[in-house]
């Protein structure tokens, strides 16, 4: 039975953070869980960090005023590392609507792990280091900018509009809404200006190659584009954040 319940810890921690499932094994091996898990996950965490750039990858910042990740959770969890071309593209993009709004920040969602391997559940396609998900900005209900805050506690599954037209009944499908969920949401609009801003500036980055966006949502901010693109409606809805790929 034991083994069974360590193997479940070590199966969710892997597909979490790469690294926690064998935090996890080591610290059942020691046989002091409670003090040896945060201890061996930390050491692993700061070798992760500093030999990523050997497999290629780098961490985007945790803290930050232009470019920095949405929740201490992604940066605790491993899971905000891309290449190092994706890093360049993330920053001039955040960078450019700073220029052009001083008061923002542009958060970022999930990128992908350290090193090549497994992807980042549940994403399906963030597994190289070339994808990544930011969030949208958001206003007050007067429709002041708020810096810095998601309407979701990670920044995912907000969703801008529960509208099924595009989909009717696709089957399987990753297209969840949680349709429960969104009552509990602060109410705070989407702010277009900026939102609108940063799709506009990484479509127009050489180096970005696809960009998934909700089509009544690309509509009504009023974008188009070949790199804008619908994800299809066996994957994700993209109306709570944007892609971003190479
Ligand atoms: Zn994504």
Same mark, same amino acid.
């Given at each position: 039975?034991?083994?069974?319940?360590?193997?479940?810890?070590?199966?969710?921690? =892997?597909?979490?953070?790469?690294?926690?499932?064998?935090?996890?094994?080591?610290?059942?091996?020691?046989?002091?869980?409670?003090?040896?898990?945060?201890?061996?996950?930390?050491?692993?965490?700061?070798?992760?960090?500093?030999?990523?750039?050997?497999?290629?990858?780098?961490?985007?910042?945790?803290?930050?005023?232009?470019?920095?990740?949405?929740?201490?959770?992604?940066?605790?969890?491993?899971?905000?590392?891309?290449?190092?071309?994706?890093?360049?593209?993330? =920053?001039?993009?955040?960078?450019?609507?700073?220029?052009?709004?001083?008061?923002?920040?542009?958060?970022?969602?999930?990128?992908?792990?350290?090193? =090549?391997?497994?992807?980042?559940?549940?994403?399906?396609?963030?597994?190289?280091?070339?994808?990544?998900?930011?969030?949208?900005?958001? =206003?007050?209900?007067?429709?002041?900018?708020?810096?810095?805050?998601?309407?979701?506690?990670?920044?995912?599954?907000?969703?801008?509009?529960?509208?099924?037209?595009?989909?009717?009944?696709?089957?399987?499908?990753?297209?969840?809404?949680?349709?429960?969920?969104?009552?509990?949401?602060?109410?705070?609009?989407?702010?277009?200006?900026?939102?609108?801003?940063?799709?506009?500036?990484?479509?127009?980055?050489?180096?970005?190659?696809?960009?998934?966006?909700?089509?009544?949502?690309?509509?009504?901010?009023?974008?188009?584009?070949?790199?804008?693109?619908?994800?299809?409606?066996?994957?994700?809805?993209?109306?709570?954040?944007?892609?971003?790929?190479?």
């Amino acid at each position: 039975m034991r083994w069974i319940l360590h193997s479940a810890i070590f199966l969710f921690l =892997t597909a979490l953070t790469l690294v926690g499932g064998l935090a996890w094994l080591a610290a059942v091996w020691t046989g002091r869980k409670a003090l040896g898990f945060p201890l061996i996950y930390g050491c692993l965490w700061l070798l992760t960090v500093w030999t990523a750039p050997l497999a290629g990858r780098e961490p985007l910042p945790c803290f930050g005023d232009t470019l920095r990740m949405q929740s201490p959770f992604y940066c605790v969890t491993l899971r905000h590392f891309v290449d190092q071309e994706m890093a360049q593209v993330a =920053t001039r993009a955040a960078g450019a609507i700073k220029a052009q709004y001083p008061d923002t920040v542009t958060l970022a969602l999930d990128g992908g792990f350290a090193f =090549t391997g497994l992807p980042l559940l549940p994403h399906l396609s963030h597994d190289d280091g070339e994808k990544l998900d930011l969030a949208f900005y958001y =206003t007050d209900q007067q429709g002041v900018y708020l810096s810095g805050k998601t309407r979701s506690p990670l920044g995912y599954f907000a969703f801008e509009s529960l509208d099924t037209e595009n989909c009717p009944a696709a089957w399987p499908t990753l297209r969840w809404d949680f349709r429960w969920a969104q009552g509990l949401f602060p109410k705070r609009p989407l702010e277009p200006n900026r939102t609108r801003a940063l799709i506009v500036a990484l479509e127009g980055d050489a180096r970005v190659g696809k960009l998934f966006v909700e089509p009544p949502l690309a509509q009504r901010l009023g974008v188009s584009g070949d790199k804008i693109r619908f994800q299809g409606c066996r994957a994700a809805r993209h109306d709570d954040h944007i892609h971003v790929q190479l």
